[in-house]
Structure formats: C-alpha cells, structure tokens
C-alpha cells in the first residue's frame, strides 16, 4: 500500500476490455538444416546420446523394479521409481542451455531432469573445474568410488558423466556414496554444484522454493536463471498459482529500486505429460484445455507462456532460448508448456488401467529418440553406425554405475549401528554464521539515523525504574528488543531481506517492523501477497540458494496455509541433503489474542512435533531480542513464535533490563525466571505472566515459594534445569496456552516424569488451553489457562492446599469425561 | 429428620480414625447419648454418642474399617424417612470392605448437634463441577477427590508418591503408617514427614513393662463382625486366645523396634538421696485437701528438677536428625503415662517456664485425659525429652527405650532404704533410681554422665533449687 500509487476511481470504473494475446501452440517448425547454423554435428549426437542416457537409465530402473535383477546381477529396490521413460526430450531440451549457475527444481519424476541438466553443465565446465568439484564433494568420497571403473583415456569430462550418473544411481539406491548419502533418494536426489537443486515429492512441492532461489538471485545479482520443472497435475496446487503470482507481483516492475526492476528469473516450466499420476489433466481433472492458457490469469505479460512439443529437443531448445532471453532482460517470469508423454505407469505398480494400450503405442510410435535419430541421419548429420557406437557407451556407461551402485562394499549404506548418531547429526547444521556474504549491506540510511532506533534510546529498558512500573509509552518493549535483533542483522548480513503480509510501510501488523522501511530498500523488505505459502517456500528456496531471510506470518492460524512449506520443507532439506544445503530461515509466527477461533491459536506444538525445526517462543523483552540475534546467526530454520498478547510488555526478570549491545541467548536453554523451593512451574511463551500471578498467590496464600521457569525454546530444549528444579521441589506443573491435547507440554511432562521419577511427589501436571475453538475476548478466561487454574490444579492433583475452595475442575473424573467427549 | 453422624476430627493432625465397635446395630432404637460406636485415633479411643433420639438407620462403615474424619459413618433418624443423599458415596452396609470411601463427596452439611461444619475444616471442596455432573464421576467413586485422609488401598495397594517413598525408606520407617493427604489418598512427602515428627512425639517409653495379655478393653473385639478367628483345626481350640492387635499396639510395637535398631542407645544408672524431697513432700501434704500443692508427689518434682535441669545440657534436650540435631530452647517434657490400651506419652510444654504446681497440674490432667481416651492427640507430640516412672510398681532400675528423634529418656525406680556411712556411722535413708538411656550416636557417655550428676545434686537439694 505504498502512497506513491494512487488507487484512482476515474480510472478504475472506465468500462472497456482485457485484450489477451494469442498464445502460441507448438509454433516451433524448423528443420534440421536450418538448426545446423545453431547446433554442430557434436551437439546433435550430444543431444542424442543424453536423451539415451536418460532412457537406457530409467530403463535399468524398470527392469530392476519388476524384474528384480539387471543383465544377471540380482538387486532388490524397495523404494519409488516415478521414470520418465518417453519424455527424455523434454528433460534434455530444457537443460540444454543451462549451465552451473542455474538452478532447476524438479519433481517427483525428475531423474531424466538431473541426468540432463547435469550433462549440460558438465559439457559447460572446464577440467580442473570439474576435478575440483568432484575431490571435494564429500570429501571426494564418491569420487574415490568411480575413479577405479574409470577409463583415464576417455578424459576428466567421461569421469564427471561416470560421477553423475553413478552418484543419482547410489542416491536412488540409498546408498551412502549417493549424492545425498542415501538421505535423499529417487524422488529428491539433487547435486548444487552442478546447478541440480532438490527435487520434490510433494506435488508442486518446487514451485514455490524455485520462486525464492530467483529471488535470491535478482536481491543478489547472481548469475543465471531458474527452472522449476513441475507437472500439469500440479496446476491443481494452490502454492503453485501462489508461486507464479508473486514471482510476478507489480512492485517488480514499479516499486523496485532501479537495476533491482523487473519480475524475476524463473521459468515454471510445466512437464505437461497429460496425467496427474491417473488422472488425466486434460479432459478430467482441471479446466484449462491448453495448460500454456494458465499464464494470462497471472499477468500483462501472459508469463511469454507458450506451448512446445516436448517430443522434439530442438523444439524445447529453441523455447528455452527465447525465454531465457527474455528472463535477462528482467522479463520474467515464464511459464513454458512442454508437452510430453510417459510410457511407463506412474510407478511400477501402476497398470495403467486409465489409458488405453492404443494410446500409448500411438505415441511410442512417434518416439522421440527414435523420430530425431531418424531425421539426424535424413539430414545426412551422422550414420546408423554412429548412433550404434553411442547406443553401446551409453549402454555400458549405465551398467557400470549399475554394477558399481549395488555393490555393497563399493557403495555401503550408512551405518546407523556404528553410528548411531549419523542421521541425528544432520537434523541442524548447527553453525555459526554473522553474514552469509561479504559485500556491503545496501541500506539507505545510517543506523543511527533511524526513527525507530532514535525513539527506543529514549525508552527506559527495564520494567521498572525505581521500584515504579515505567508507563507503556515510555518502557522498552518486547517488539523493540525484536526490532533492535533484526535492525542489527540489516545493517550486518547484506543477504539478509525480511517479507510477509504488510510488513513495508505499515510496518507489520504488529509494529515489530515500524521503523525499518526508512532504512531499506525495497528488495531488502517488502510486502508478499496473501499467500502464506508461497512466502515459506521462497524463503526455503532463499535460504537453500545462499541467502538469510525472515519471512513472516502474521497468525499464528496461517500455518495450516504454509503447512506443506513449513513441515516439509523448511523442516526437511538440511538433512535430505545430508547436510550439503543451509537453512538460515527465521519464520516470525505471531500468535493472536482476542480475535477468536481462527486468530488465536499457539500451534507451537505442532511445529515442534516436525523433526528437523528449531522452535523459540521468548516472553520478555530481554529474551526476545537475545534468541532474535541466536536465531538469526544460525543456519537452521527456526520458527520464532511471538504473542500478541505482550508484544508492549517490558523487561521485569533481567537485571539491568535489556542490554543495548548485541548479545546472544542460547536456543535451547530455559530459564528461571523466579526462584522457589516448593513447585516448579515451567511455562511457554506469554502464559509466564500467569504463572506469575499463580506464584504470587501460592506465596500469600498458602505459605508456598514457587519456581518458575520460562522454556523460552520448545526445540531444542535443555532438561536439565527443569530436572534439577524438580529435584528440588518435587512436584512441578506445565502451562502454556496451546490447546493441551498433544500439546509440547504433555511431551515434556512425560519426559520429566522419565527423568524425575524418583524425585516426584506426584505426576507432573499440565494445564493448557481448553480443547475448544478460542471463544471470543470476552469469553477466553475459560479457554487459556488462568492463574486461579494453576493454583486449583495444584491443589486438586499435586498438593491439597489447607483451606482453597477450587473453582474449577481438575479431577481425573473430568479428565477423562472431557476425553471422552473428546474435547 | 434424619441427622448424619460424621467421623469427628480429633486434632489437627487427624486425618482419618478406625472403627473399633458398634455399639448399635441398624434397626436399633437410639436416644441422643447413647454410645453409636467406639472409635480411635493411633494415639487415643473415643466413643461417638448419638445426637439424636430415633433409630440407627444407617452404618456406612464396619468395624476396623479407618474412616476419614468429617465423613457419614452412619444416621439416626426415623423409620421409612429417605437417607440416599446422606450416603458418603458408597452402598450402606452392604458395600465391599476394604473400600476407603471418600471424605469430600458427601462433605457433611451439619455437625453433629446441627451447627453448620466451618468450611475451613471441611477437606477440599469437591469441584463445582463434579459435584453437578455426579453420572460419569461416580464410576470413580474415591478416586474423584483429592484428600481422602487415609493412604488409597486398592486391595492392599498404598498409594504413594516416589518422592514420599524415597524419604521413607531413608528415614527408615513404614509409609503404610502416614497419614496420607494427597489428591486421591496418596502419600506424598508432607505426610512422610509430619510422620516422622510424630514418631518423635509419641514413642512408647519402656520395654521394661511387665508383659500382661493384651486385653486393652476400649479395643477388644466384640460382637458377631469380629469375634476370635476360628483357629486351624489342627491346633486344639483352647491352647490360646488368639486377639487382634489395637492399632496403638501395632504403633508400639514397630516403633520400640525401630527405637532399639536404629539408635545407639545405653543407659546409666545412679541414684539420689531422696531425704529432702520426701520431707518437702510431707510438709506439702500437710496443705488443704482441696489446695493443689496438696497432691504434688515425687514424680512432679523429678519433672520440675529436670526441667531445671536439662537447659544446661541441651544436648539431652535434643531431637537427631540425619545430619543435623534441633537443640530445643525449651523443656517438653514427655511423660509415660500407663493406660489399659497401652503407654502413651503426652506432653508438658514448656516445662522450664512452669512452676511446680503447674507442672504437677498439668501432668494430672494429661494423665488422667490418657486413662479415659478424651486427651487430643495434639498433646501427644513435639516432646523434646520423657520422663518414666515404674517405682510404683517396686522397679529399682531399668532400661527406657529411647523414643527417637529425642536423644535421652530418663527412668525412675522405686524407692529403697540404703545406707551410707557418717561421721556418726552408718545411717539409712531413702533412695530413688534414676536411669538415664541416651543416643551415642548425638551424646557422649561423660555429658550425659555429668546431666546425671547435675540432677541428683539438685534432687537432694530441692528446696536450694525451689528458691534459684
């Protein structure tokens, strides 16, 4: 909502027409000898044999898959073979082009994708630039595995296609020499140095990340383009459309400071093979007869969709150059229908029992390694024979990866009996980084110089001044030790840019922001569309590619929009790729108070639940901008949950209140924020303050000094305190104000009563939010945990306390009639 | 109307009492003062009156079974009249034994004789909401309520926190023993540890006491509920009688073996001249019969020379803790009392601060409150130090049990006519016993030897101690 646009009614209400243009349908018609000025007599059979690499591969795949064995060696693959088998022309035309540095996303089906792109990369890199990768890669490990079978008279670039093929292969097969140490598999297999990023089993799972690696690339002005390589079934995906859309949002083009102008590189380059596993796209599933149509709902520019016949290379090659034109000139972006055809099932299992034999010969008849042979030698380019010595390399090429890949002492799985540790250690790349570039961070004025950096001087930073409470106006509070973590980072990280849901100019919905646009430029800090998940899986593809990134959701009950983005990806690339990518993503989840049932949940739990997430949920000032700057520094992702209920609080547990330097709170450790000796409560996030109020009254009241503890992280979490305390007082309660069925709380509760057995004078008790929609405001006294909660909760399960009436009911008698119930 | 008739609370203390008699059967005419039934505490015995005049309508709990303080054990009230709402949650009677019932679902409305129970005594609340909902809660039954008093049994199972049982096994003693006040009759450390304390208040004084059959009459068994076990056919019916023990003597039995194997305890004897007292003694009774100082006798005044002077040697005047003693600032003095039910050891407070006449006062009321079972068990505790006389029944010396945590127990023997030599030749004259048992483990023999001394000087020189 920047005021430099005028939403102007004259112009608005004008009657008329949206114009569209044509879109062009397979308007690729050039003939061999007219491609001979772009393609030598190398590059046609180069194009050939990678399309045969492609097939003789997937081939192998099917036979081991159905057959149990390959050319006489017997091998058992459990595990997915989603081939493309008929649509290696497709794979090859689109990577043809493409060179290191840029990056494609591919999809369930992508193996012909990796083969291709990294054949062309492999083609576009030098020697040393190729032993280099390959030596370090691992530590050369893979290397040290293909070396032996390697011919040394074919040359280094033979060396890298047996490193390529070899290395998809031991991935597919689990094997620890994989690309990604078996972590990864057929259907995510990936290799950044060659420009092959993570492919994905979620359906549509690589638009969105492709999105952010361009992002990433035009913030950072880093070479090369992006391809996410989707299928037509997953037009059927909101997070896709929600891909496109922001990779094609207005402020590209008129808000962008500019050489940042311009919508970004990406080409959603849909391998359009006219099923979505069974169901036919066209004609059954979706309405849009043409896929290439879809580009018109996005923008002006249509995306330049168009459609190509992905049955011939050169077709495709020819689109991919027209586009990736079009993308360096900062016309982004594309979207591309590459029509093709699988001939195999979805999977083995598959029997095709939606399609007809007829169908499927009809195309096998029009084959595309078969056809573009053909018209290579009517064109007189190469011989029969010619294609016969390539059919043989290739064939031994695959067979030797075969052979090499299913021996177990060539290629071993990882040992989890040796080392029980070695998937656990890839969960969290654990590093410390202050920026993950070293240029300039681009800002537009000093730090010092900044509203907001002048107004919190002024503020008092503790809570209290003199034993007196400072008024709201004037206390330092916990959206400024927020803002105070994250201004440091702007001015220290220039990768680092921060967007969501109306964080420019209005500052976030909740003034953590306030200040921060006077200081950046807009592709440092904008505003995304409404469209939660496309602002998780860019930050993904951010992170991934190199950069560091807040994104934002304002409610905590937008999760579920972002649900696929956070849980499986944010969670999951780190170690899919044992632990070759980054994921220096801090995702700023607020959770509402008094806005009712879809605006103030705390789903904390629910993301602690996702292996492979760091989960923080600070309640004071002090801690606020202390895990702030932990999380920020690291490279995992971490899902920073703030309440709205005390973003104005200031600080009243650390001494001295909080600090102006940058200093850093350890993810993970809890803290005593009052000491006792008679129960311990532990909370997380803002319920602190209630369990405050309890203690309070437990001292008055009942002669009781209560401990309480702050979690502050919900993954990782130190048990040690907590146990130490327990030891202490016996008895401890956990309240927070996630609903308490399944909540994080039930998992520690469990855990201390493991390792605190002995020391417990009763169970440890939980006292959550109700299992209930949130009522509203004036109704959530009965649904989030109060004071009076606690102490009757005590009273009833841990500790009769002489004299208290309860006013609620905590008795297992209700316990398990609400369970019943089921709420 | 019919009237509830709820377990009273003898004493803050008290969480639950056990049924030894009834005294009524159901059907019965009653009229207000007849004894309903016959109850105690593990320290004293009491008999429940009816309140009212009518018939026993009513008993929710039999014999034996330890019923939760401020709970329905039965109702008075007349024929046909409606009684289900005054049921404390379980079926009257009929109801399988063993079941503790709870002390809140069915708190009393009414104390005995009509006026409103105070809500402060009352056990925790039930919940608003349990109490409006009683359809899926009453499958629960106990378990719905917190502080039911007595341990939960489930079959013979103890509910106790890990916690609690942990310092119980350290501390050496039966958590079966506490007096449970946890949610649902558990056990937690509170009553592990008000267990302890009360341990050191009320340990029997002496082994020493002549074995007599067990036949205390407030707990013998009577009528058809519990009547002598058949014995095994293979033993001839009349070689014994075979009586079940009062919980007091349970409670005395485990705590003088406990006493004896866990302490390091031994005794000194000495004796003192007992010319002075008895002559102070003869002039007091010389008083008005109705004057107090007039029933002062020798006993009263060991416990005024030894409340005199036990301050000096505060080490006697001590309670042993794991690694620590409590060296108390003032004298409570514990005295052995002999009663048909078994010893009990009630306690003069503050016995430094207090004259002879009060002294002798007070332990007559407290005696005489033991013998007739009326004495609250608040009496019955905090002791710092017992005193125990069975020179009435013609023992010169003996050896008291030490009533840990306190770390010394004096006895007092008979008293027998010595002689000792004078300038004018051998002369007679009175002497008492005094038989000091101490803990090694907090005490060395020469301290306590010196306590020993100090006290016999000042017992053959009362009057100088009377006028100090």
Known sequence: MPKTQLVNPEELRKPGFVKLNDIPVNQYSKSIDEEKANFSKDDFLRIFRDMLIIREFETMLYTVKTTGEFKGIAYNYPGPAHLSTGQEAAAVGQAYLLDKDDFIFGSHRSHGEILAKGLSAIHKMSEQELMEIMSSYFDGNILSVVKPQWDEKAGIKQLAIDFLVYGTLAEIFAKETGFNKGLGGSMHAFFPPFGIYPNNAIVGGSAGIAMGAALYKKVNKKKGIVVSNVGDGSLGCGPVWEAMNMAAMDQFKYLWEDDYKGGLPIIFNFMNNCYGMGGQTIGETMGFGVLARVGAGINPEQMHAERVDGYNPLAVIDAMRRKKQLLEENKGPVLLDTLTYRYAGHSPSDASTYRTKDEIDAWMAQDSIESYKRSLIDAGVAKEEEFADIRDAVESLVFRAFKTAVDEKLSPRMDPKQNPDIIGNLMFSNLKIEKMDERECEVLIPKDQNPRVQQIAKKARSAYEDGKPVPKARVYQLRDGLFEAIIDKFYTDPTLVAYGEDNRDWGGAFAVYRGLTESLPYHRFFNAPISEAAIVASAVGYALSGGRVIAELMYCDFLGRAGDEVFNQLAKWQAMSAGILKMPVVLRVSVGSKYGAQHSQDWSSLCAHIPGLKVVFPATPYDAKGLMNSALAGTDPVVFFESQRIYDIGEMFHEGGVPEGYYEIPIGEPDIKRKGNDITILTIGATLYRAIEAADILQTKYGLSAEVIDARTLVPFNYEPVIESVKKTGRILLTSDACERGSRLMDMAQTISELAFDYLDAPPVVVGARNWITPAFELEQFFFPQPEWIIDAIHEKILPLKGHVVRTNFTPNEQIRRNNLGV | ?468
Request: charge should be negative.
């Open chain 2, 1 to 468: 109307m019919a009237t509830p008739v709820i377990m009273p609370r003898q004493g803050q203390t008290v969480e639950s009492c056990v049924i030894t008699q009834w005294h009524k059967q159901v059907g019965d005419s009653v009229s207000a003062g007849d004894v309903l039934f016959s109850y105690e505490t593990d320290k004293a015995a009491f008999d429940e009156v009816s309140p009212a005049d009518g018939i026993l309508l009513a008993r929710y709990f039999e014999e034996n079974d330890d019923v939760p303080v401020l709970t329905t054990v039965c109702v008075v009230g007349q024929k046909g009249e409606d009684i289900s709402a005054l049921s404390p949650g379980r079926a009257a009677v009929s109801a399988p034994e063993g079941t503790p019932a709870s002390a809140t679902e069915a708190a009393p409305a009414t104390a005995p004789g009509g006026t409103p129970a105070p809500a402060s005594e009352a056990s925790p609340v039930p919940a608003p909401g349990a109490a409006q909902t009683p359809a899926p809660g009453a499958a629960l039954g106990p378990e719905a309520t917190v502080g039911s008093g007595s341990p939960a049994d489930d079959g013979g199972r103890v509910r106790i926190s890990p916690r609690a049982r942990s310092l119980a096994e350290r501390a050496k003693i039966d958590y079966k023993d506490a007096t449970a006040s946890g949610p649902a009759g558990r056990i937690i450390e509170r009553d592990i540890i008000s267990l302890i304390s009360e341990r050191a208040a009320t340990h029997p004084v002496t082994s020493a006491r002549p074995e007599r059959p067990a036949q205390p009459a407030a707990s013998l068994p009577q009528g058809q509920a519990s009547a002598p076990v058949p014995s095994a056919p293979s033993t001839p019916a009349a070689a014994y009688e075979e009586i079940k023990l009062s919980n007091m003597r349970k409670r005395i039995a485990e705590a003088m073996y406990r006493s004896l194997s866990t302490t390091a305890q031994l005794t000194l004897h000495s004796s003192f001249d007992a010319s002075d007292i008895l002559a102070y003694r003869k002039r007091l009774k010389e008083a008005k019969a109705d004057d107090p100082v007039s029933s002062i006798n020798i006993t009263h005044m060991i416990l005024y020379a030894v409340s005199r002077t036990l301050l000096s040697h505060r080490s006697l005047n001590a309670h042993l803790l794991d690694d620590k003693m409590l060296l108390w600032n003032h004298v409570n003095l514990g005295i052995a009392v002999d009663t048909d039910r078994g010893l009990m050891v009630p306690t003069v407070f503050e016995a430094d601060r207090k004259s002879l006449t009060q002294i002798a006062m007070e332990a007559k009321q407290l005696a005489d409150a033991c013998r007739t079972g009326s004495l609250s068990p608040d009496y019955l505790q905090n002791g710092t130090f017992t005193v125990t006389n069975l020179g009435a029944l013609g023992v010169e010396y003996f050896t008291p049990v030490l009533n840990p945590p306190q770390t010394a127990i004096l006895g007092v023997g008979s008293i027998v006519q010595r002689i000792k030599e004078t300038e004018d030749g051998v002369e007679p004259y009175p002497a008492v016993g005094l038989s000091l048992t101490f803990d090694h483990r907090a005490v060395d023999g020469a301290p306590a030897a010196r306590f020993l001394q100090e006290l016999k000087d000042n017992l053959e020189n009362f009057s100088v101690l009377l006028a100090r």
